[in-house]
């Protein structure tokens, strides 16, 4: 059975005397039902005649590409033209080898980059905790008294800017006097 087939008798069975409406009913379900299904069917039907047309091509494309590599040159050789001296080629050869040694360092980089962020990263934190001891430290020894007899260092600090100044107005420099 086609699609149109399924469609022909879609349209027959309104005009068909003899069915009864619940037959009528449900032959029109099967068939409505059966057009989704046969269109599948023509879809696998075209992909399985593609893929037997490629089967059936594939050893004279295969002999196409056997050919078209035998005819690929074995070895390249570069133009260089005669008149070119030695001590040039050798000199662009040189140039040519640092650029070639430059670009796999920069590559070796590159590639090392990812491994010292990801090492960064499992560091940082020790050197954070690290950090805030050694500051835990210095806090703990402005605190404390150098010595039994003189007071802490930050003590010292904070009387000397508790200090009032001179109560005394500042005086004129002599030099400097307005006459």
Known sequence: ????????????LDASPELTEDNRHAARELLQKALPELESANAWRAKADHFEQM????????????????????????????????????LV???KETDLKETKKL????????????SRRT???KLLAAA?????????QIQAPSSVDEPP???VFEQSSERQ?????LQPDRGCAPE
């Open 55 to 90: 089967a059936a091509s594939a050893p004279a494309e295969l002999e196409q590409t056997r050919a078209d590599l035998a005819s690929l040159p074995t070895r390249v050789t570069p133009a260089i033209p005669d008149d070119v001296a030695l001590p040039k080629l050798e």
């Open 153 to 155: 260092p930050l003590a």
């Open 165 to 169: 100044l001179d109560p005394r107005p």
């Open 93 to 95: 050869i040189s140039k």
């Open 1 to 12: 059975m086609t699609i149109e087939d399924a469609q022909n008798r879609l349209k027959q």
């Open 132 to 140: 805030g001891a050694k500051i835990a430290d210095l806090d703990k």
């Open 123 to 125: 560091k940082l934190p």
């Open 107 to 118: 590559l070796a980089e590159l590639e090392a980059e990812p491994k010292r962020r990801a």
